[in-house]
């Protein structure tokens, strides 16, 4: 039992100390970006997420999950020398994706940009994002094989790396666009996507490179090459279909949102920077914490998966259980520290009165946020996607239907209100998801 938990709590200690880090640089990040692009340009550079999530549903999402699974159940099984060949055919499955992909996002930005998020400016944003998925899925799938090793120093590393290398390009921008007399747009922050997401796949790929040099992967003559592509495809299929589903959804959401706003009597301008102040600067602070779920989450999903190849039921209630008895305490402690310091944080931060109070008005989703994040991690590690997915679908249609029914009337605090419906509804459905394995002696 001690030889199973250890490299989960260690796994979780990596990716809590280098996500910390990170969470620190990117939060420092946005103060930055919110005193150069401003409220309105972060609310640009924000829209164009929902099609970059959907752009990394498509290629990715479902095949780095069913890596991890696949890898994770080796190892429990013995056969560590087959953890190579899967992450090779997880590669060939999502950049094949990834190619296509960026050929249709690059091709139709403009519709994409006028028709979809009704923001022309979004368009070059969204042509120069497309360079980063075949780069994302590369990091991706390595990030997956080695969760599913239970090794994630790696990934850790290539996440802080990526941070680093982001935040730096975008600030050697800025100092030659002070140089030359010109002010930061948007574009300067999608470049540092471009690079940041270069620079955590070619250390993703060093890293492998360098695992072969030192005698690490062994043949597989005798491996299914064909078997373990269908199975794979068969995983990754119905959580890479849950995600687009999600993320179209998602994206309905950001485009929804500013439209919604205006029609309470909010001018586009004035729009894009409550939309941008609420996702890029309140959300930061909101999500700070999370770092630590994170982290667990992703551990969760391989020692789940371990568990269950393994046969370990009692293990797998147990971890249930603690992950309960860990994230709402975290949950309830950060809610009292953001309704009490969520004003000072707004005005000291940002110089935003706003953002304030949107932290204020967030600090109750706390509780279920860092809950939700955990306990979907163990519904994909236990095969449950399609439970996850349609929890996170009804979470979903509970903020549209805020959006399309109190934004009107209420403005921005009709869609806070959804947020928080939603994750109290979606906390208690993945609860219900888990009953049996919960009960568990």
Not at 268 to 289: C, D, H, K, N, W
Not at 377 to 392: C, P, Q
Request: proline letters at 3%.
């Amino acid at each position: 039992m001690k030889k199973q938990k250890h490299p989960l709590i260690a796994g979780t200690l990596i990716l809590t100390l280098t996500g910390l880090a990170s969470r620190f640089i990117g939060f420092f990040y946005k103060i930055f970006l919110s005193r150069t692009i401003g409220a309105e340009g972060i609310g640009i550079y924000q829209m164009i997420f929902p099609i970059y999530g959907v752009c990394y549903a498509f290629t990715t999402a479902g095949v780095e999950i069913a890596i991890s699974r696949f890898v994770s159940g080796e190892m429990a099984r013995g056969k560590k020398e087959r953890a190579r060949s899967i992450l090779w055919i997880g590669l060939a499955m999502s950049l094949s994706l990834s190619f296509l992909t960026v050929f249709l996002v690059y091709a139709n930005a403009d519709l994409l940009a006028i028709h979809i998020l009704h923001e022309p400016r979004c368009a070059n944003l969204l042509r120069i994002m497309s360079i980063t998925v075949p780069f994302g899925a590369c990091h991706s799938c390595i990030s997956g094989y080695y969760y599913g090793l239970q090794k994630t120093a790696v990934p850790a590393c290539a996440q802080l790396f990526e941070q680093l290398v982001r935040v730096a390009a975008v600030c050697i921008i800025y100092q030659v666009s002070l140089e030359e007399g010109r002010t930061l747009t948007p574009v300067a922050a999608v470049i540092g996507l471009v690079l940041g997401e270069f620079a955590s796949m070619l250390f993703g790929l060093f890293a492998v490179s360098s695992e072969s040099l030192r005698g690490h992967a062994k043949k597989t003559p005798d491996f299914p090459v064909r078997s373990f592509a269908r199975r794979m495809f068969l995983e990754a299929a119905p959580v890479s279909a849950n995600r687009v589903c999600m993320n179209l959804l998602g994206s309905a959401e950001a485009v929804l949102l500013p439209l919604t706003l205006q029609q309470y009597g909010l001018n586009t301008e004035r729009a894009l920077s409550v939309y941008g102040t609420l996702t890029g600067m309140a959300m930061a602070f909101i999500q700070f914490p999370s770092v630590l779920t994170n982290a667990v989450s992703v551990m969760l999903l391989s020692s789940v998966s371990e568990s269950q190849a393994a046969g370990n039921q009692n293990q797998i209630a147990r971890t249930i259980r603690k992950t309960i008895s860990f994230c709402l305490p975290l949950g309830i402690a950060c809610t009292v520290f953001f309704l009490f310091s969520g004003k000072y944080l707004g005005l000291f931060f940002f110089k935003s009165e706003m953002a304030g109070d949107f932290i204020i008005t967030l600090a109750w989703i706390c509780p279920f946020l860092y809950l939700n994040s955990t306990l979907h991690s163990i519904l994909n590690g236990l095969g449950k996607t399609a439970s996850g997915f349609i929890n996170n679908l009804i979470g979903i249609m509970i903020r549209i239907f805020f959006i399309l029914s109190c934004v009107p009337r209420f403005g921005i605090q009709g869609y806070l209100w959804g947020i928080l419906a939603n994750q109290l509804f979606v906390a208690l459905l993945n609860l219900n998801a888990l009953k049996e394995e919960r009960k568990l002696p």
